[in-house]
């Protein structure tokens, strides 16, 4: 397998695939595409891996499986031991309804606060969007932590609603946000300090 992929520093759809490979062990070669060379230039390289234009993509065989939600649930299926959602039917509800709204949701977070893992950790000054998207995080976040324990959400051992909610805890951490400001108690901070601790995000992390 490849796993088509753009700049580490900033290709929060790109890790989070990258992520899951690394924690079911699998096998895979990495095509890195430097984003941000110009829109055309970037464009026309991706293009030519990924028919949506976008990374990432996963090339397996004679397939080319583009999205990063699509490509991780291709992967919970192709390494099932690997226990990439939980077990549990209820449990793998929550998981997957947390990862699908980070798919599609959070746009002012993800707007005002774009991952750099190059960044020196800055104080920024939210707007009340993006601070109404960091009060939802850490709920759900709590919410989970709660109803099936941890250490990850869902109660697995690392999985996809983890990888999906990486990027957000890297930006937490670069925009010097403080979660007892928005709700927390204690559970979210210390998960998102987990996330950002394991190593399959380490290993990314050293390669940008
Ligand atoms: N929903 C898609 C979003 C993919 C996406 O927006 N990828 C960005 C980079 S992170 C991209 O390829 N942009 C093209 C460019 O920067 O040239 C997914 O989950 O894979």
Redesign the pocket.
Known sequence: MELVI?TKA?????MRPWLMLKKAGAEFDEILIQ??QG?LK??AE?SIHSPS????ALKDGEHVI????AICEYLAEQFPKAGLWPADLVARAYARAAASEM?SGFLSLRGECPMDLAAEPQLATLSAATAKDIRRVVAIWTGLLARFGGPFLGGVEYGIADAFFTPVASRFRTYGVKLSDYGDVGPAGLYCQRLLERPEFLEWASEI
Do not use: K, M, N
């Not at 900033?10 to 790109?14: E, K, L, V």
């Not at 234009?53 to 990432?56: E, H, K, N, R, S």
């Open positions: 753009g900033w290709s929060t759809w790109s984003l941000r829109a970037s464009e991706i234009g976008l990374v990432p583009t999205d990063s939600l798919h």
